[in-house]
C-alpha cells in the first residue's frame, strides 16, 4: 500500500506539531509494508526526492505567502503525479492550497483528512473560504479527529459526524532514558522543580499570562522555543524566568527530567491537541493546561494527569502551579497517571494501527 501525505510544511524546513506527526505515522508503518510519499511546500525546495527514515519527501516551491498560507504553481503538477500512483491520498488539515488542489485534480483513489485545527487567526477571510472548505469536506472520504472533544465542539466537524473517526495523535516511546550527563548539564545551568514550557512561541499559547503567574508565585519557569513573541518575553527581563531558546529532543528530555511539572498556557483553539502534552505524558510528569475545549484536556485530565485551568487567567495559572509546587507527592502522582495515560492512549503504535485500518478500510470501499 502506498500513501501519500500533504501538508503545507514539512522536512527539513519545519518540524513542529502536524510535520511530527505526519512522520510518525509514516515510520509507524513502514514496518508493515506501507510506503510514504510526504508532499509539501519549501522556500528553497530539494530539487529531487529525499529519503526522511523509512519514507520519501517531495517539495514544491512555495510562490507566495499569503494570510498564513503558502501558495505554490508547481504543487499541482507534483500532485497530479504522485497522486496517480497512491492508494491513498491523506491530507493535513489546514491549509486552503490543498482544498483548491484537490477539488482541481481530484484523485482516482480514496481520500482522507486528518482535521487538526480549526482556522481560528483568519477568522475575517472566513466568509470568503468557506465555501471551498466546505466543499473540500464534502468532498473527501473520511475524516479524522484527533480528540473527541474537538468533534463535539468544532463548529465545523459537527457538520459532518457521520464520516468523522477518532484517531488520537500518538508519540514513539522514548529510544532510552534522558543521558545522565545531559541531565547533569542542565542542572548545573537551570537547577531542578522548575516548571517548564516547550514549544513554539506563538499568539495562541497563552505565554504573556505564564509570564504573569511566574511574577505572582516567584516560581522557578524555564521556556524553551523560538517565535514572533520571544521579543515580548524577554522585555519582561523575570529574574525567575529563564528563557533558553531552541532545545534539542535529547536536551528536551533532559528539561523533562528536571523539572516539577509542564505548564501548557494555551487559550485559543489554535492549540488543537497539544503533541507537547503528550511528550510531558510520556515523561511522567504532571501538567497544567487551560480548558479551552480542544484536545488538551483529552490529553491533561484535570485533579487525574494534572491541573486545568480557565485560559487567559494568571492567577488561576499561579495557584495551580502553586500547589504542585507545594505538593510533591500530589505532583508525582499525577505524573505517574499521566504515564499511564500516555500508554492506554498516546502511544505512536495505537495511532499507526487505527489509521491502517482506516487505510485498508477506504481501499476496500468499506468507510
Known sequence: MRILHLFKTYLPESFTGIERVIWEIAEGLAPLGVETDVLALAGEP???????????????????????????????????????????????????????????????????????SDIVRQRLLAPFYQPLMHRFLQGVDHIVATSPAYAETSRVLTRYGKKISIVPIGLAERQSPPAKTDVAAWRQRVGADFFLFVGALRYYKGLPFLLDAAERTGLPLVIAGEGEIRPEIEARNLANVRLLGSVSDADKEAL????????????????????????????????????????????????????????????????????????????????????????????????????????????????
Open 46 to 116: 530539494s530539487r529531487e526526492p529525499f529519503a526522511a527514515g523509512h519514507h520519501t519527501v517531495h517539495h514544491a516551491r512555495r510562490d507566495l505567502y499569503l494570510a498564513s498560507t503558502g501558495l505554490s504553481l508547481s504543487l499541482f503538477g507534483k500532485f497530479r503525479a504522485l497522486a496517480a500512483r497512491a492508494d491513498i491520498v491523506h491530507y493535513h488539515f489546514p491549509w486552503p492550497m490543498m482544498d483548491l488542489l484537490h477539488l482541481v485534480q481530484r484523485p482516482a483513489c480514496p481520500t482522507l483528512v486528518t482535521y487538526h
Open 256 to 367: 523533562l527530567a528536571l523539572c516539577r511539572a509542564f505548564v501548557f498556557p494555551s487559550h485559543l483553539r489554535s492549540e488543537a491537541f497539544g503533541v507537547a502534552l503528550v511528550e510531558a505524558a510520556r515523561a511522567g510528569k504532571p501538567m497544567i493546561s487551560c480548558e479551552i475545549g480542544t484536545g488538551t484536556s483529552y490529553v491533561n485530565v484535570d485533579r487525574e494527569t494534572g491541573l486545568t485551568v480557565p485560559p487567559a487567567d494568571p492567577e488561576a495559572l499561579a495557584a495551580a502551579m502553586r500547589r504542585l509546587a507545594g505538593d510533591q507527592e500530589a505532583a508525582r502522582q499525577m505524573g505517574r497517571n499521566a504515564r499511564i495515560r500516555y500508554e492506554k492512549l498516546f502511544r505512536a503504535e495505537t495511532m499507526c494501527a487505527a489509521y491502517l485500518d482506516l487505510y485498508r478500510a477506504l481501499a476496500r470501499g468499506k468507510v
